[in-house]
């Protein structure tokens, strides 16, 4: 092997150079660096279309930073075993470093990536860069992992936090020849037809820009947290979640840009660093339970009896159940690829409850709509959210989409922005336009069952079903 033999650093979900300790120890190590991304589809998680559009944005923002220290990132698609052993062999690679991810399929596969580059006495190592605390780091006192959020938070909270990785940029050495790379746009990760259109608006797929709105989130917002958490109708979260999923911003960056300037013991700060703390738990368990993607963590749901019906789930994705709040957030969805979390779990509720739909079902719609999608954070949400998982909201608390968007949108400004034919009806029947009178109906240009569906269950009807199928599951307990 050459002296000068280069390091192979393989970007993954970890799509920045800073706070990056693969990128910090191929710069310690002293070698020219040759950056890499290889595009390997899950066969069973494959990206969605929403996901596909941000990493070909983000790719290209890694691509331009890379090149101002004279880098270039080498694109190559195929499975990653064979495209790491072609280039360490063809370009007489010294070294492999990598951050970790933590997907069953991916955890499988890198290690035994590992173990061959290991026999071929190349260097090899991966760092954490994703979590503030890796799975196996975290457990109770009987050796397990939490099952249980507040628990587990606490104990986290105990620990001392993880600072940034400095990487010495100005100290990386270019390599004499580049590896041959494929073309960002021959990998057509942007949709054919234009349906992304509302996404340009909304969004600034570039680490620059999910850095920019931290701040601002921090200057202005985090202090309501506790309130902004809750409002779809306001501008009261970070929409930093695409931004962390791809580690263009890694959790120790929001850690320290909190750090002394708000109080993180009380209010919205508290609040907004326990929600980091729930993406954490998430990973945890999707670590611990490997399976839960497709199976629910308490053995006794996989005797629910829901009850699939194509209609129904098409007219759920349509954001066409006749509750407003449900559908506003089903067309944001669909139309900026993100949704607020309060929403999500609404969104979610009517499914698997009023629909007896399978949660699965769900995670599936949101795994290809979400810029966001994210295999540990979705997985946990739709397990909350169907009482199944981890910590989940229990199976006969059934929110009631009225109320909900009554409290929550209180002026329904949120659902007058998605779902525009009910935009003239008054705020007092904004969340339930059957009960608006028939000159209310007409004066809003609103012709229920043409323009705007009737819900698609009644409220009382849906619970008493959704109850009623919880109770048949009490013999499997
Ligand atoms: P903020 O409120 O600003 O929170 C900051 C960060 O904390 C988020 O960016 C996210 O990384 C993390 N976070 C917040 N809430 C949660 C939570 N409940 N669970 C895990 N992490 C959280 N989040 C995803 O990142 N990807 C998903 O695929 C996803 N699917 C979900 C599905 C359902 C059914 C539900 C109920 C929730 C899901 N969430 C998912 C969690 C949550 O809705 C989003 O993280 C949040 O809405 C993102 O907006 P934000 O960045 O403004 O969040």
Redesign the pocket.
Known sequence: MSVNAPTLLWFRLDLRLDDNPAMQAAIARGKPIIPVFIYDEDKDWPLGGATRWWLHHALADLQEQLSCHGLKLVLQSGDSAEVISDLVEKHEIGAVFWNRCYEPRTIARDSAIKQQLKSQTIEVESFNTSLLFEPWEIKNKTGNPFRVFTPFWKHCLAKSFPKTINCDLGATKVPRAWPDSEILDDWKLLPRISWDAEFYKFWKPTRKAGLNRLRQ?VKDAVHD?GNG?DRPDWDG?????PY??FGQIGPREIYEALLGKVDLTKGGPRQ?LS??G??E??YHILYHFPSVPTEPLRPEFEHFPWEPDDQLLKAWQKGQTGYPLVDAGMRQLYAIG????RV??NA?SILVKHLLQPWQD?ARW??DT?V???LA??T???Q??AGCGADGAPYFRVFNPVLQGQRFDTEGDYVRRWVPELAKLPSQYIHQPWEAPDSVLAAADVKLCKTYPLPVVEHQQGRRRALDAYEKLKFFH
């Open positions: 989130f947290y958490r979260t970070s929409c930093l979640s962390l999923h907004y929600e980091i729930w993406r738990f998430s993100w949704m607020h979390n999500r779990m979610g769900g949101f795994w979400l966001d999608a994210d954070s979705n946990q949400g739709w909350w959210t």
